[in-house]
């Protein structure tokens, strides 16, 4: 079956926030220069080092400065992914990078300023509005939102936050989340809410890097599912799952200033984050036949975004002082490895757990049940008629079903009248119903004024009335409830421009079309401008030509110190990743260490 689908690499951008005050009032350097069109960053080594020590130059799919819009950064490098999930793959962006260097930002922005909205808010805004423009096809999305603390897995919209849930895994479905709670939406105000309530209960602390640093790694799932009418005249359904991961900051525990509670947070969350490089490496390996996803719960809930059927952005967010050149550069190679992982994203078609298929059924289930009642009304309606009329013949007649077709189909006309009605009237219209009671009341009122009935007749046709009204009644209650039902599901499901107010007019609509063809050419122009430069190192050998043999021992000359630069660069950035490696394990040794004394 994976034989079908296309590998797909994971996309890697780099976002670098601009110097903070405190760092300007230390007077650290600007180590950090980014190259937006080319998609290069480049750091520096503040102290100088050697004469002949090169910058080290990362290139990564697109990369941002301390001067980047939040909607270009939508528009170029997360808008084609969200497109995706609404055409029913699954589609995971997470935010990575060291603490303070602006991932919040990234991912949150400020909501309810248009400018500045970040990735979660935009994504909201672009669900809901595909699904207000779209036609003849029917939506019903929900959310989830789950944090990982300290390797346990909370629910953040659940009441007990000392509720501990369990991972659990499905041939069909792959890992998942046993009894995580899931709020279907119906608008950006309703999911943006049910976010709020999650926010409110996800782990924060202070630390020396971030006065709200986040301990936890939080994962908001928004699951959009989608009906069509297929060309076989059958409804298809499609689900898009778009996982939004914030993960908690990475940082040296000597920098975090963290003690007691805190250092167990940061002796978690490093091993977490340190599983998550493990699997990158893996993945990237080649030689690896193994893959670690089960060293953490935060790789087994990415299993499908890092190797599997996801369509997968990273965001890394880096910081540009001296100060954390260190963290910058891990930030980096941990980003450029993960650009390696090849993914095969496939459309989740008409599965077997689409909760819009169940709804659709009980809506349809429900339904059926008013048109039952409203056909037996019709049949009641012609019986109580028949049961007066006999009354005015004397009265105490048989009651008798009538064959007569010429009846039949005018009931079934009445009928249908009437179960159209239904749902918007409670079972059968309210003027239907209240017709049938002043009718009842009226014959009621008739049988107390006919003297021609025995005291004993009339009681029974009284009794008989009585017993009516009361039935009457309690069919009026069941059809409002089942109308009630029908109601409140079918609220649940969207239809573009019938229950959505889709206020972005025409000129809104165009303006957004142009912003993606511009990223579009954007992203051209930058994968161009990338190849080229491959190609002219590639090939200026092929195209020289030489005057004289001094001319070409220079220019050899030349390359070859450019090569040689390039494997003294290569052999520093070995060295770099074993001291990082060393430093890495020291740390996590020693927070241990410290978290098992307390």
Same mark, same amino acid.
């Given at each position: 079956?994976?034989?079908?689908?296309?590998?797909?690499?994971?996309?890697?951008?780099? &976002?670098?926030?601009?110097? =903070?005050?405190?760092?300007?009032?230390?007077?650290?350097?600007?180590?950090?220069?980014?190259?937006?069109?080319?998609?290069?960053?480049?750091?520096?080594?503040?102290?100088?080092?050697?004469?002949?020590?090169?910058?080290?130059?990362?290139?990564?799919?697109?990369?941002?400065?301390?001067?980047?819009?939040?909607?270009?950064?939508?528009?170029?490098?997360?808008?084609?992914?969200?497109?995706?999930?609404?055409?029913?793959?699954?589609?995971?962006?997470?935010?990575?990078?060291?603490?303070?260097?602006?991932?919040?930002?990234?991912?949150?922005?400020?909501?309810?300023?248009?400018?500045?909205?970040?990735?979660?808010?935009?994504?909201?805004?672009?669900?809901?509005?595909?699904?207000?423009?779209?036609?003849?096809?029917?939506?019903?999305?929900?959310?989830?939102?789950?944090?990982?603390?300290?390797?346990?897995?909370?629910?953040?919209?659940? &009441?007990?936050?000392?509720?501990?849930?369990?991972?659990?895994?499905?041939?069909?479905?792959?890992?998942?989340?046993?009894?995580?709670?899931?709020?279907?939406?119906?608008?950006?105000?309703?999911?943006?809410?049910?976010?709020?309530?999650?926010?409110?209960?996800?782990?924060?602390?202070?630390?020396?890097?971030?006065?709200?640093?986040? #301990?936890?790694?939080?994962?908001?799932?928004?699951?959009?599912?989608?009906?069509?009418?297929?060309?076989?005249?059958?409804?298809?359904? &499609?689900?898009?799952?778009? =996982?939004?991961?914030?993960?908690?900051?990475?940082?040296?525990?000597?920098?975090?200033?963290?003690?007691?509670?805190?250092?167990?947070?940061?002796?978690?969350?490093?091993?977490?984050?340190?599983?998550?490089?493990?699997?990158?490496?893996?993945?990237?390996?080649?030689?690896?036949?193994?893959?670690?996803?089960?060293?953490?719960?935060?790789?087994?809930?990415?299993?499908?975004?890092?190797?599997?059927? *996801?369509?997968?952005?990273?965001?890394?967010?880096?910081?540009? *002082?001296?100060?954390?050149?260190?963290?910058?550069?891990?930030?980096?190679?941990?980003?450029?490895?993960?650009?390696?992982?090849?993914?095969?994203?496939?459309?989740?078609?008409?599965?077997?757990?689409?909760?819009?298929?169940?709804?659709?059924?009980?809506?349809?289930?429900?339904?059926?049940?008013?048109?039952?009642?409203?056909?037996? &009304?019709?049949?009641?309606?012609?019986?109580?008629? #028949?049961?007066?009329?006999?009354?005015?013949?004397?009265?105490?007649?048989?009651?008798?079903?009538?064959?007569?077709?010429?009846?039949?189909?005018?009931?079934?006309?009445?009928?249908?009248?009437?179960?159209?009605?239904?749902?918007?009237?409670?079972?059968?219209?309210?003027?239907?119903?209240?017709?049938?009671?002043?009718?009842?009341?009226?014959?009621?009122?008739?049988?107390?004024?006919?003297?021609?009935?025995?005291?004993?007749?009339?009681?029974?046709?009284?009794?008989?009335?009585?017993?009516?009204?009361?039935?009457?009644?309690?069919?009026?209650?069941?059809?409002?409830?089942?109308?009630?039902?029908?109601?409140?599901?079918?609220?649940?499901?969207?239809?573009?421009?019938?229950?959505?107010?889709?206020?972005?007019?025409?000129?809104?609509?165009?303006?957004?079309?142009?912003?993606?063809?511009?990223?579009?050419?954007?992203?051209?122009?930058?994968?161009?401008?990338?190849?080229?430069?491959?190609?002219?190192?590639?090939?200026?050998?092929?195209?020289?030509?030489?005057?004289?043999?001094?001319?070409?021992?220079?220019?050899?000359?030349?390359?070859?110190?450019?090569?040689?630069?390039?494997?003294?660069?290569?052999?520093?950035?070995?060295?770099?990743?074993?001291?990082?490696?060393?430093?890495?394990?020291?740390?996590?040794?020693?927070?241990?260490?410290?978290?098992?004394?307390?």
């Amino acid at each position: 079956m994976s034989k079908g689908r296309s590998l797909e690499a994971v996309k890697v951008v780099v &976002r670098c926030r601009p110097m =903070n005050e405190k760092e300007k009032a230390a007077n650290f350097q600007r180590v950090v220069a980014v190259d937006v069109k080319l998609g290069q960053v480049t750091v520096r080594n503040p102290r100088g080092g050697s004469a002949h020590e090169h910058p080290k130059v990362f290139t990564f799919d697109s990369v941002y400065d301390w001067d980047s819009k939040q909607l270009d950064l939508y528009d170029e490098s997360f808008r084609p992914l969200v497109d995706s999930v609404l055409l029913g793959f699954n589609g995971t962006i997470f935010a990575y990078g060291q603490t303070g260097t602006g991932k919040t930002y990234t991912m949150e922005g400020v909501r309810h300023d248009a400018e500045r909205r970040g990735v979660i808010p935009n994504s909201f805004e672009h669900v809901f509005t595909h699904i207000s423009r779209s036609q003849n096809q029917q939506y019903l999305v929900r959310a989830s939102y789950l944090e990982i603390y300290q390797e346990e897995i909370r629910d953040l919209l659940f &009441r007990d936050q000392s509720h501990r849930l369990e991972l659990r895994e499905r041939p069909d479905t792959g890992v998942y989340v046993k009894d995580l709670s899931s709020f279907v939406t119906k608008s950006v105000a309703e999911i943006e809410q049910v976010m709020n309530v999650g926010n409110q209960n996800r782990s924060v602390g202070a630390t020396n890097m971030n006065e709200h640093s986040s #301990r936890s790694h939080a994962i908001f799932v928004v699951t959009v599912e989608c009906s069509e009418l297929g060309p076989d005249r059958q409804n298809h359904i &499609r689900v898009g799952k778009l =996982n939004l991961v914030d993960l908690a900051g990475s940082e040296r525990q000597s920098k975090t200033g963290v003690r007691g509670e805190r250092l167990k947070e940061a002796a978690k969350i490093n091993l977490s984050l340190s599983a998550l490089g493990n699997v990158i490496s893996a993945l990237v390996d080649g030689k690896s036949t193994h893959v670690p996803y089960r060293d953490s719960k935060l790789t087994r809930l990415l299993q499908d975004s890092l190797g599997g059927n *996801a369509r997968t952005v990273m965001v890394a967010n880096i910081g540009p *002082a001296s100060y954390n050149m260190e963290e910058t550069l891990t930030t980096l190679r941990y980003s450029s490895r993960a650009k390696n992982i090849r993914n095969r994203p496939r459309v989740n078609e008409d599965p077997k757990d689409a909760l819009l298929r169940e709804f659709q059924e009980e809506i349809a289930r429900l339904k059926e049940q008013l048109e039952r009642r409203s056909g037996g &009304r019709g049949g009641r309606r012609r019986r109580w008629k #028949r049961d007066w009329q006999s009354l005015g013949d004397g009265g105490g007649a048989e009651l008798e079903e009538l064959d007569d077709d010429d009846d039949d189909d005018e009931d079934e006309d009445e009928d249908e009248e009437v179960a159209e009605d239904s749902v918007a009237g409670g079972g059968g219209g309210a003027q239907y119903w209240q017709e049938q009671q002043e009718q009842l009341e009226s014959e009621r009122k008739a049988i107390m004024e006919d003297r021609s009935l025995v005291v004993e007749e009339r009681r029974r046709l009284l009794g008989q009335k009585e017993r009516r009204i009361e039935q009457l009644q309690m069919e009026q209650e069941a059809g409002e409830t089942l109308a009630a039902k029908v109601r409140a599901m079918e609220s649940k499901l969207l239809v573009g421009g019938k229950n959505i107010v889709d206020h972005t007019n025409e000129q809104q609509k165009i303006l957004e079309q142009k912003r993606q063809e511009i990223a579009e050419q954007k992203r051209r122009e930058r994968e161009m401008q990338q190849q080229v430069e491959s190609w002219d190192e590639e090939t200026l050998e092929l195209k020289e030509t030489y005057s004289s043999l001094q001319q070409e021992v220079d220019i050899k000359t030349k390359k070859l110190k450019k090569l040689f630069g390039k494997l003294q660069a290569v052999k520093g950035d070995i060295c770099d990743i074993q001291e990082e490696h060393i430093k890495q394990r020291q740390d996590l040794e020693q927070s241990q260490n410290e978290a098992a004394d307390h």
